[in-house]
């Protein structure tokens, strides 16, 4: 049951990112994004298309470091959910460490299972 809700839950908030993407939202479509990251970062595709959408929105800014930064995490982060190693917590964005830890908050831990 966590995963179906954690699915669903990173599915409204991916949801919620390309409706705000749309709108030109970017800001705000960029957090849903980082609480997408969490909620699906431990599984492979669901990893890589939160980086994606991350790289269209530092694409869409003109952001040098963000785009160079999604490029290496969709790469890296492709191969950590592969092999089960992720930083937890991590929200993907460029302005947090790629290999650092974060807290998770009490709603989002449920659905994850932690």
Request: aromatic letters at 6%; charged letters at 20%; hydrophobic letters at 45%.
């Amino acid at each position: 049951m966590p995963g179906d809700l954690r699915r669903q839950a990173f599915d409204a908030e991916m949801a919620a990112a390309g409706r705000l993407y749309r709108d030109g939202l970017l800001i705000q479509a960029f957090r849903h994004l980082e609480t997408a990251h969490v909620l699906g970062q431990r599984q492979l595709v669901p990893h890589v298309l939160a980086h994606y959408w991350m790289l269209k929105i530092g694409l869409k800014r003109r952001s040098v470091p963000e785009v160079w930064g999604q490029l290496v995490r969709i790469v890296l982060g492709a191969l950590g959910s592969a092999v089960g190693i992720v930083p937890t917590g991590n929200t993907g964005g460029t302005d947090i460490g790629m290999f650092k830890r974060l807290p998770i908050a009490p709603a989002i831990r449920r659905l994850i299972g932690e």
